[in-house]
C-alpha cells in the first residue's frame, strides 16, 4: 500500500513536470499578462530572464511569512544528518535513520501531531517545515550521498527538490528524499522516505496555499548490545550480538493540507510611478488532515527475555495503532500600518480540531482480543498583536485557549522581542527576549496505551511551565549567545519503566549557550557550547556540557574551485542517557550506567564548482585509535569509523 503511494506520486510529478516546465513564464516577453504576436519579429532575439527565487516559510495558521534564503553557501554542506542539522550532541540509536532527540532540552519542542513519532521528527517533513518558492526560472537541486560500498553496509541518501512558476505568481514544488541504510550491525536496517508536492499563490488579494506530505520510515529493531564490551572484543562489528533479531518498526504518515487568505486593501503609487498593494484586514481559513500508522511487528523466540511483560498470546505479532487528526482554523487579521510609528497589527482566530484513531485493547479469550477506538475534539480560540516593520522594536504577542473538549482548560502564552542596534561595528546586531507560561494537559497516549509489551491507563495532571531566554546576535561578527531558565510543575517524563509518569516537584532548567565563529585569514574556528543544569536529576536527565567544534582551511584551485579541508568534533560529558524502547520509539530514564566523554571525530573535505558541491568525510575515525565506549544510547554503539561521499548538483536557469 505504501509502496503504491510513494509510486502514484512519484508518477504524478513524471507527469506534471513536463506540463509545468512549458507553462514557465517569460518575463521578457509578458506585456500586461498578454503577448502581442505580431508585434514580434522572428529574428528578435529574446530578452534573458534573471534567476532569482525566494523562499519563505509560514506560521501562525498562515498568518505569518517568513523569509529565508535559498542554500548556496559553501560552509557545512557535509553536516548531512538530519539529526545533527541543528543539534550539538543527540541521545542517538546510531545508524542513520534511527531515532534520536536532541541533547538541547530546550530544543525539544514537537511539531508532529502524533506522540510516538517525536524520536523519528528530524526525518519527517510535514507542513509547518516546508520552504515556498517563487522562481523566475524552474529551480532544481538534486543532493547524493553514499557511505561504505554498495554491497556491504550501504547506506544511500537521494534527495530532490524541484521548484517553478507557471506564472509570476502561481508555483509548484515537488520534494522527494529517498534513504536507506544497511547499518554496520545485525538486524539494523532502515529505510526512510517522503514525497511532497504543494503549491503556493500570493498575487495582491489572495495567498493560498496547498499540497501534499506522505512519510514512510522503517527500522529493523535490533535491541542493541547484549553486552557493550563487545566494542572491545576485536571482532567485526557484524558479528556482535544483539539483544533482538526478529523485531521491526514502521512509521507512515501523510498529510494534506491548505491554507488561504483574502485580503482587504488599497494600492499605493510607489517612487517608482508603479502601484504597489498594501493589505489592511485579511481573512483566512487553513486546514489539514494528519493521517499517522504505527506498527511493531515481533516474532522473536519465546525464550528471548527482552520484554519484561507480554500481555497476549503467541501468535499475536503486530502491535497497529492509528491516530488521524483533522483542523480547521478561520482566522481574522488586521495588518500593521507601514506608514504609522506606532501602530500595530492584530489577528484572532477559532479553530476546531476532531481526532481519531484505534490500538490494540481489551484481551477476550485466547484468540480474541478488542480494539480500543480513539475518539475526541478540541474547540480553542487565540490571538495575538505583533509588529515586524519596526525598526526601533519588533515583537509578537499571541495566546491560545481550549475551550472545551479533552484539552479544556490548556493555556498558551508566548511572546518575543527584538531590539536591533549597533554594536561592534556590526549594524545588523540585536538583542532578543523571548518568553512563554503554559498549561499542558497530557497527550492522549501519555494518559492511555495498551500494546503487546507496554500498557498503562493512567490519568496525569496538567504541566505548567514558565520559560523566560534572551540572546544577543551579531551576524558580521558571527556571534551569537544567549540564555534560557525554565520553572515546571507536574514534569511529564518517561520513567525507567519506559511509560510517561509525573515529577511531584517543581523542577528547574537553566541553559546557556555559546556560537561564535573566529576567522584569520583563510583558517575558520567555529565553536558551538551548551551548559545546561536541571534541579533535579530524578526526572530530567542532561549532560552538563555540549560542545561542536569546527575548524577547516578555505582557499580556491585554480581560480574557479573554492576548497575546504577540516575536522568537526562533537563531544558531551558523562551522564544517565535516555535509553530506547523499541516497541513504543520512546526514550525513558536509566539510573544503570553513564555515557559520554567520549569524543567523535570527522575529518572532511568540501569542494565547490560553480553551482556543483562535493564532500568527502571519513566519520567517526577516533574508534581507529581512541580507546572509550562511544555510544549516546545505552548499548546502542554509533558507526565505526567509516568513509562517506556525497554530491549536489544545482540548476536554476
Known sequence: MYKARFSFITFLFILLVPLISLAQYDQGLEVGGEMDEDAVEKDTPKKEVVSHTKLWNIDGYGAFQDSTKLDTLHDYTHIFHPVYKKALTATYVGNYGTPAIDNNFFNRNYSTSYFFAQSREAYLLNPGNLEYYNATTPYTRMDYSQSENKSKNNETRFNVVHSQNISPFWNFTFRTNQEKSDGQFTSQQAKNNFVALYTSYNRDAWNIYGGLISNLIQNQENGGLKSDSSIYNGQDAEFWNMRLSKSASKFATSSYFANSEYRVGKYVEAEDETEIFIPVVGFLYSFQYDRNKQEFKEEEDTTNDFFANTYYPEDYTIDSIRFNRVTNVFQLKQYESISKKYTFGKRAYLGHEYNHGSMPGTQLN??????????????????????????????????????????????????????PFKFWGDSTAS?????????????????????????????????????????????????????????????????????????????????????KDFNYRNLHFRTRVLWQKASNKEFIHLPDLSTFVSAYYQFTISKVMFTQIGTDVRYNTKYYADAYSPATGLFYLQNDKQYGNYPYIDVYANLRLKRTRVFFKWVNIGTNFLNGEYMTSPHYPMNRSTFRLGVSWAFYD
Open 431 to 515: 538583542i532578543n527576549f523571548t518568553g512563554s507560561i503554559e498549561n499542558l494537559v497530557p497527550d492522549y497516549f501519555q494518559d492511555k496505551f495498551y500494546s503487546n509489551h507496554f500498557r498503562w491507563d493512567q490519568s496525569l495532571s496538567m504541566e505548567q511551565r514558565m520559560t523566560i531566554g534572551g540572546n544577543i546576535r551579531l551576524p558580521e561578527r558571527k556571534l551569537d549567545m544567549g540564555a534560557t531558565y525554565s520553572i515546571l510543575n507536574n514534569y511529564i517524563y518517561n520513567d525507567t519503566l519506559g511509560i510517561p509518569n509525573q515529577a511531584n516537584t517543581q523542577i528547574l532548567v537553566l541553559s546557556a549557550y555559546f556560537d
Open 366 to 419: 485466547d484468540s480474541t482480543h478488542i480494539r480500543k477506538d480513539i475518539q475526541y475534539s478540541n474547540v480553542f480560540v487565540g490571538g495575538g498583536i505583533f509588529r515586524e516593520t519596526g525598526r526601533f522594536w519588533t515583537w509578537n504577542f499571541d495566546g491560545k485557549f481550549y475551550l472545551a473538549g479533552r484539552n479544556s482548560g490548556q493555556v498558551e502564552l508566548n511572546g518575543d522581542i527584538s531590539k
